[in-house]
């Protein structure tokens, strides 16, 4: 639950409340975007990644729910691998003062092909410790 600064009364302080089940870790990659729907393709910065989800930047709007495939390196630490993970838009913000929006990608690992899934998890457990 988000409450914005317009909505809360006066002297209150912002505040927000996290439910997710897997915590994010800073993620400032370069990745590709494919939506399926329109074919549209692009490159983007990401910021954050969990074992379910990934938050990027667009320069446009785009609707929730859209089906996306996204390319993302996972380090320097795994050398020069480059998974695709499969999602839809869960949610888009457009951020404060600007024309660009936030994206969050919602995924679930077991749609990564099956070398990929450990890949992944040892890529996520690597940057953890």
């Given at each position: 639950?988000?409450?914005?600064?317009?909505?809360?009364?006066?002297?209150?302080?912002?505040?927000?409340?996290?439910?997710?089940?897997?915590?994010?870790?800073s993620y400032r990659?370069?990745?590709?975007?494919?939506?399926?729907?329109?074919?549209?393709?692009?490159g983007s910065l990401?910021?954050?990644?969990?074992?379910?989800?990934?938050?990027?930047?667009?320069?446009?709007?785009?609707?929730?729910?859209?089906?996306?495939a996204l390319d993302?390196?996972?380090?320097?630490?795994?050398?020069?691998?480059?998974?695709?993970?499969?999602?839809?838009?869960?949610?888009?913000?457009?951020?404060?003062?600007?024309?660009?929006?936030?994206?969050?990608?919602?995924?679930?690992?077991?749609?990564?092909?099956?070398?990929?899934?450990?890949?992944?998890?040892?890529?996520?457990?690597?940057?953890?410790?």
């Amino acid at each position: 639950m988000h409450f914005s600064e317009e909505a809360m009364p006066a002297g209150r302080q912002k505040f927000q409340i996290e439910k997710r089940r897997h915590s994010r870790i800073s993620y400032r990659e370069a990745v590709q975007y494919h939506f399926g729907e329109t074919g549209e393709c692009g490159g983007s910065l990401a910021q954050d990644i969990s074992e379910t989800g990934l938050r990027f930047q667009l320069d446009h709007f785009v609707p929730s729910n859209s089906q996306i495939a996204l390319d993302i390196p996972l380090g320097h630490t795994m050398g020069s691998n480059v998974i695709t993970i499969h999602g839809r838009v869960a949610w888009v913000q457009q951020i404060r003062y600007s024309d660009r929006y936030q994206v969050g990608l919602e995924f679930s690992p077991s749609d990564l092909e099956v070398n990929h899934q450990e890949k992944f998890s040892q890529y996520l457990t690597s940057r953890l410790d």
